[in-house]
């Protein structure tokens, strides 16, 4: 009889078809109301944003706000992420133009519907990408790549905004340079008209959250800020005080587009498609695995892939450009409180009526109050507390933060990303391809003997005992062929070796080629090799591949005693005879009471069973 696991769903099938069922019954009224809540921060924001990113991309500014609907009720629904917020991005927007600007004129009608086009390949792209599985992309974005970049992205919102907050005027800049370079060349024309908008702002967002943190201090600082707008104004003349609103936005819906998928439009947008793909889907899962981080949530790459594809292939039908993962509207959704998925679906769902109704008001939304709120959700991204922990606990993983927000500030967000993961990749192999070798003997000082790592215990002068720690594979091959040539030729230079495979988890055909080489290198020296505690998988690869005779593989031993045992009536007695160590148990079995009392009490003398 099947049990089903998850209490939010009646049928597991429908739940992997329809991601939302899994959580629906999960939402409590709070949670519906705080979702709310965050809804409608993130859709009033959205609405100067929206208008803003479609300029960017070259679009008619009503795109924008369509990008911000329809795709982020079907992203919330079908991804993963309980907090991210899809729609228009200030990079993705950028992408966008820095492709099909060279194909069409922007903000054409031959321009829209390459974009129109562009977003249902990269929606099906995105939707393949998760039906293979390719989500495992995500295990490879280290937790100092997402520290640092969030951080990167913090900045960037913060300089981005900078002029707004200064009440600048000049043109936004494409780099994070250029930007700096232009805050601090238009220094001595900063309005403070401006200033102390977004100074109030900022300041009401900062005490509403302290003092009651469950309060909408997002758009009680708005209201806040345009108030102080108006008072300054009044005041000062509007000359004088030359404060600059966002503007009355087009209140129109997203009207039903056809996007136009022919063979010479696939020829020409494939590649476009591909790098806007890998870039939407990085700074997605980036933003979604910072914020399960965060809120300690499961996370499912796949899904959120299959999700963030839906919702660009639906979108394209709703006049909707790429849309992605927003760090903007992520971030303030978190800050607002969202719980759930259902936060994303009201702000898309409210941004229509907002789109129709609210949108006039924008006119009195001053841009120094917007920066404000902005410069708040920006800092709530730099996470100090982790960047500190990180620089004092670990050298290489402070170089993939340092070099992921280096490179979110002065490369393409993709490419940080992809650096960062690359780099983390590189290290991990770079450990991997080194594993530890360490020295193995039995403890005379305990009944069992069992096996131990002291260099103050004796060695048998025929048997070396190696636990090798990590995986066999072509990577550490070498590594560990030099560091067993330099321990077999040194020291007593044993002929017969004992490999302990506990600690290998994995083994490739480099691997197995390796140990093969190696036994015939122990039976040449007049010796052999023999293996101890090798785990299930790597013992079934060696046979199952014919890498040792039928002869080799009764050398392999699950049991420490039938191992040393076997490996004993091999040893040279003549040499034993000699030894006045008595490694093993059958060394003093063998040799007289007497014989072996001497041997313990000369050992105890020189201290090294004590």
Known sequence: MSHNTNPGTDHPLLARLFPFLRWRKEVSRID??????????????????????????????????????????????????????????????????????????????????????????????????????????????????????????????????????????????????????????????????????????????????????????????????????IGLTAYAGEDSSAIVTVGALPATLPPLSLPYPTLDNIKMLAPTALAMTLFALTEAISIARSLADK?????????????????????????????????????????????????????????????????PLAAYLPNAAMAGILFLVAWRLIDIGHIIKIVK???????????????????????????GIMLSVAIYLNRTSHPKIVSRVPDPRIARRPFVTD????????????????????????????????????????????????GINFIDMAGADFLAHLAKERDAEGGALYFYDIKENVCSRLKSGHYFSESCTKKLFGSKGDAISTIYTKLDKSICANCTARIFSECMTEFSEAGASHSIEKEDEQGNYS
């Open 32 to 229: 519906l109301w705080q979702d709310f809540v965050a809804g409608l921060t993130g859709a009033v924001v959205v609405l100067p944003q929206g208008v803003a990113f479609a300029a960017i991309a070259g679009m008619p500014p009503q795109y924008g706000l369509y990008t911000g609907m329809i795709p982020a009720i079907i992203a919330a629904l079908f991804g993963s992420s309980r907090l991210l917020v899809s729609g228009p991005t200030t990079a993705a927007s950028l992408v966008l133009f820095s492709s099909l600007s060279l194909l069409a004129a922007p903000g054409s009608p031959e321009y829209i519907q390459l974009a129109l086009t562009l977003t249902l390949f990269v929606g099906m792209i995105q939707v393949s990408l998760g039906l293979v599985r390719f989500g495992a992309l995500v295990n490879f974005i280290s937790h100092s790549v997402v520290v640092g970049f969030t951080a990167g992205a913090g900045i960037l919102i913060m300089a981005s905004q900078a002029r707004h907050f200064l009440g600048l005027f000049y043109p936004r800049q494409s780099s994070f340079h250029d930007t700096l370079v232009a805050i601090f060349s238009h220094l001595g024309e900063t309005n403070p008209y401006a200033v102390a908008i977004g100074v109030i702002t900022l300041l009401t967002g900062i005490l509403v959250r302290k003092i009651n943190p469950s309060l909408p201090y997002m758009i009680i600082s708005m209201v806040v800020g345009s108030l102080a707008s």
């Open 393 to 419: 606990t670990s050298v290489p993983e402070s170089v993939i933060l340092g070099t992921t927000l280096l490179a979110t500030l002065f490369l393409e967000l993709q490419f940080a990303i992809l650096l």
């Open 295 to 359: 809120t300690d949530q499961e996370f499912d790459g796949n899904q959120e892939f299959i999700g963030q594809g839906i919702s660009n292939m639906v979108g394209s039908f709703f006049s909707a450009y790429v849309a992605t993962g927003s760090f903007n509207r992520s971030a303030m959704n978190y800050e607002a409180g969202a719980k759930t998925p259902m936060a994303a679906v009201f702000a898309g769902t409210l941004l229509i009526p907002a789109a129709l109704f609210a949108a």
């Open 455 to 502: 260099p103050s215990l004796p060695e048998c002068p025929q048997l070396k005992i190696l636990r090798i720690d990590g995986s066999l594979y072509f990577g550490a091959v070498n590594h560990i062929r030099s560091e067993l040539r330099h321990i077999l030729h040194s020291g007593h230079r044993q002929k017969y070796l004992l490999l302990v495979g506990s």
